[in-house]
């Protein structure tokens, strides 16, 4: 379940923001919606280490209210997309920014294989338990050698104290290990640059002020303060760090569903070949599903986030392949009686 502390800041805080902005105005829209995440410094770093450019389709996953990827698009040109699993989030970052929001977590991300150019996630992983699941599926969505920006919270050591609610810090042995389990390479990793410029830091503490204002009798509000007390804390201690991280999806090996379909297909992998495949085919089966690309026939062209007809293209080649599969299984393992 997710934490309250962790609905109030990600949630019910986005909300606030975004009924903020419009009372004081366009201006105070980014600084705002990157409040906690991260600073024009670190945004700056991160895109050119990832070599962002107009047109460069960008996966944010874990975006909150918009801001980081709003950034992005309008000093780098990107066309963004914004994955967020808290409903108020999302709804905010479409209020505000007008870009296309999907209501996901990171761990299933609802895009085709390989079908964005680039992505970042900052200030997520501490906030997820299963951290590899997350990394994973973004290495799924990216094509080999692109770039994974990250802005991730690590730890000193394995346990901090106090401990923020909802949060688990990875270490810096930890990071780098998950990363090279999931298919990244680190490529370069410097500390976040901690200042703002006063125009930027000012805008953001004017919103929050408006929310303060407004919403300080909310229990939300208050859960959220402590947690960004305890946060600023822990800084203050030294238990804790922010890290800017440049990684590279590393080209994977043919899996075997590949091997099947180019034609190249070996049995020496063993006993468990079927089995694995099948397992294989039957997740990606379900990730095309999962997108639900009738859905889509409805809206024009210009807003899809992924061609429905090759969806539906594909949905049809892995029925093929998983039929494919579980006779290769079935011929593999004849049934002792018949051999009798």
Not at 11 to 38: F, K, N
Not at 141 to 158: E, H, I, K, Q, S
Not at 305 to 332: C, H, I, M, Y
Request: contains cysteine; charged residues 20%.
């Amino acid at each position: 379940m997710t934490a309250s502390a962790m609905v109030a800041e990600f949630d019910d805080v986005a909300g606030w923001t975004a009924d903020a902005v419009e009372q004081l105005g366009e201006r105070y829209a980014i600084p705002a919606a990157c409040r906690g995440s991260a600073s024009p410094a670190a945004l700056a770093w991160l895109a050119e280490a990832c070599e962002l450019s107009a047109g460069t389709r960008l996966l944010d996953v874990g975006a909150g209210a918009g801001g980081p990827a709003a950034w992005a698009a309008k000093r780098f040109g990107v066309r963004p997309i914004l994955l967020e699993p808290m409903p108020a989030a999302c709804r905010a970052a479409a209020r505000l920014f007008g870009l296309p929001v999907i209501l996901a977590s990171g761990g299933r991300i609802p895009l085709r294989t390989e079908s964005v150019d680039a992505a970042w996630c900052l200030g997520v992983l501490c906030t997820v338990h299963d951290k590899a699941a997350v990394l994973r599926e973004i290495h799924r969505v990216l094509p080999p050698g692109a770039p994974l920006g990250l802005l991730v919270v690590v730890a000193r050591r394995p346990r901090v104290v106090p401990a923020p609610e909802g949060n688990l810090f990875p270490t810096q042995h930890e990071l780098v290990e998950l990363l090279a389990g999931t298919g990244f390479d680190l490529v370069e990793q410097i500390d976040q640059p901690n200042d703002a410029p006063l125009s930027w830091s000012r805008r953001a503490e004017r919103v929050a002020a408006v929310i303060a204002t407004r919403h300080r009798a909310d229990r939300a509000h208050a859960l959220a303060a402590h947690q960004s007390e305890t946060f600023t804390r822990l800084f203050a201690s030294g238990q804790i760090s922010t890290q800017l991280i440049h990684a590279a999806r590393r080209p994977a090996r043919q899996t075997p569903a590949q091997a099947i379909r180019g034609g190249t297909m070996s049995t020496s992998t063993g006993d468990n070949f079927e089995i694995e495949l099948e397992t294989e085919v039957e997740a990606e089966l379900t990730l095309a599903e999962s997108s639900r690309p009738e859905e889509l026939f409805g809206q024009p062209a210009s807003e899809w986030l992924f061609d429905p007809t090759d969806v539906q293209r594909e949905e049809v080649e892995l029925r093929n392949l998983l039929g494919a599969v579980e006779k290769l299984s079935g011929d593999s393992n004849p049934d002792p009686a018949e051999d009798a």
